[in-house]
C-alpha cells in the first residue's frame, strides 16, 4: 500500500508570507496569476440568479482547464437559463488578441472582457450570435477561505478566491437579435493552479445563494484517492454584506437523496446540507436540486467546449481511468436560524449550484 500523499488548506503564518498574503484581499490578487506552464490552467467566473428565475454565468478562460501543453487557448463560455430554455455559447481567440492585467481584474478575449476593481465590475461577452454588457456591484467584500490555496504535495495547488461574494448585477443580453434586460444579485469568483484538478481531485460541490437579507457560499472538495479523498469543507454566511461566520471547524456537512445523471453518468445528491454552529450561532443552510440546467461530460467533444479545442483530451483521461463531468442545478435553498433547539428564522430562495466530478462514479 502506498503512502498517503498529503492535502490541505494552507492556513499557517508561513504560508502567508511564501504567498505574499495579508488577511485581508489584495486588487492584484484578482489579476492574472499564471504564465501559461504546463500544467497551469486560470479562470474568472460571474455569474447572476436574476428576479425573474433565469441565470446567468460568464466564464473568461486563460486556457481550458484541462489543458495538456504549455500554452494559453483563451476563450469565453456563455450560459443563459430562462423560461426553462437553456442558451450556451462559446467564443475563442488568439492570445495576440487576448489581455491579461497582472495587477487588477482586466482580462480581454478577443472582443469580450470584463474589468473590476473588487467593487465594481463591467463585463462584455461578444459572438457571432451573442453580445452581453453586464455589470456587478459587490455588496460583500471579497474573501476567501484562509489564503485560498488548496495544497498537494505541498508544490501542487488550486486557488479560489470569492472576489465578489454577492452584489447587484444589471444585464443586457441579445441572442439572436432578440435584446432582454435583466436584474438580480450576482457572483464573482477567480480560480487558479498548477496541476490538472482531475489529478489532484475526486469532486466537488459548490454553491452560493441570496436568501432574504442573508449571502451564503459553500463548497465541499474531496480529493483524489492517493491523498486519502481528504475533504475540505467551505462555508460563509453573511448578513447585509457582514460576515457572520466562515471557521470550517463549526461545519458540518451532509449529503443525501442520491439520484443517477444518464448523460455524465454519476450520481448526484439532491440534497445538501451545511450546518454551521459556533455555540454562539447556529444556522443550517439546505441546498434541495429541482432541476438540472447544464451537463457535460469533459471529453466528449458533442457536450464540451474543453475538448472541442483539446483532440488528444478524450485519449488521455480514459487512459488515466479518469471520467470529468459537470452538473449545474438549480432549486430551492432554504436558511434555518437557531435559537438553542427551537427554529428562530426560515427563509428559502432560489440558487445555484454545481457538482465537478473528476473521478469515476463512486461514494466517497
Known amino acids: 500500500m502506498g503512502k498517503r500523499k498529503v492535502a490541505r488548506l494552507a492556513s499557517l503564518p508561513m504560508d502567508y508570507q511564501r504567498l505574499g498574503l495579508k488577511k485581508e484581499v489584495a486588487l492584484w490578487e484578482d ?25 446567468l454565468v460568464i466564464v473568461y478562460y486563460t486556457q481550458p482547464v484541462t489543458a495538456i501543453a504549455p500554452s494559453y487557448a483563451p476563450s469565453v463560455t456563455f450560459s443563459l437559463t430562462k423560461d426553462g430554455k437553456h442558451i450556451q455559447d462559446s467564443m475563442t481567440a488568439k492570445f495576440k488578441d487576448s489581455f491579461y492585467d497582472r495587477e487588477k481584474c482586466d482580462v480581454r478575449v478577443g472582443k469580450s472582457f470584463c474589468r473590476g476593481d473588487l467593487k465594481d465590475y463591467t463585463l462584455h461577452y461578444e459572438s457571432d450570435r451573442v453580445q452581453a454588457d453586464v455589470t456587478l456591484h459587490a455588496s460583500t467584500a471579497s474573501w476567501r477561505p484562509e489564503t485560498g490555496h488548496f495544497l498537494f504535495d505541498e508544490t501542487k495547488f488550486f486557488a479560489w478566491m470569492p472576489s465578489v461574494p454577492e452584489g447587484k448585477m444589471e444585464a443586457t443580453v441579445t441572442i439572436d437579435g432578440e435584446t432582454m434586460h435583466f436584474t438580480g444579485t450576482g457572483y464573482h469568483d477567480h480560480n487558479w493552479g498548477n496541476i490538472g484538478m482531475f489529478w489532484i481531485m475526486h469532486h466537488w460541490y459548490w454553491g452560493r445563494a441570496k436568501v432574504g437579507d442573508y449571502q451564503v457560499i459553500s463548497s465541499y472538495i474531496t480529493a483524489h484517492k492517493p491523498y486519502g479523498h481528504e475533504h475540505f469543507p467551505i462555508f460563509l454566511i453573511s448578513k447585509n454584506g457582514v460576515k457572520l461566520g466562515d471557521d470550517p471547524k463549526y461545519l458540518t456537512y451532509s449529503q443525501s437523496e442520491p ?31 429541482e432541476k ?19 483532440p488528444l483530451l478524450n485519449w488521455i483521461v480514459k487512459k488515466a481511468g479518469l471520467a470529468p463531468s459537470y452538473i449545474r442545478m438549480v432549486g430551492t435553498v432554504t436558511l434555518d436560524k437557531f435559537n438553542g433547539e427551537e427554529i428562530a428564522e426560515h427563509l428559502e430562495a432560489p440558487g445555484l449550484w454545481e457538482q465537478m466530478y473528476f473521478g469515476l462514479d463512486e461514494d466517497v
Open 292 to 310: 438540472i440546467i447544464e451537463t457535460f461530460v469533459v471529453a466528449d467533444a458533442k457536450t464540451s467546449v474543453q475538448a472541442k479545442s483539446n
Open 31 to 55: 489579476g492574472h496569476r499564471t504564465n501559461g506552464k504546463f500544467g497551469e490552467y486560470e479562470w474568472w467566473y460571474f455569474d447572476g440568479k436574476m428576479d425573474d428565475g433565469s441565470s
Open 259 to 289: 439520484e443517477f445523471d444518464p448523460i455524465t453518468e454519476k450520481h448526484y445528491h439532491k440534497k445538501l446540507v451545511y450546518d454551521y454552529n459556533d455555540s454562539e450561532q447556529h444556522y443550517r443552510v439546505t441546498y434541495f436540486a
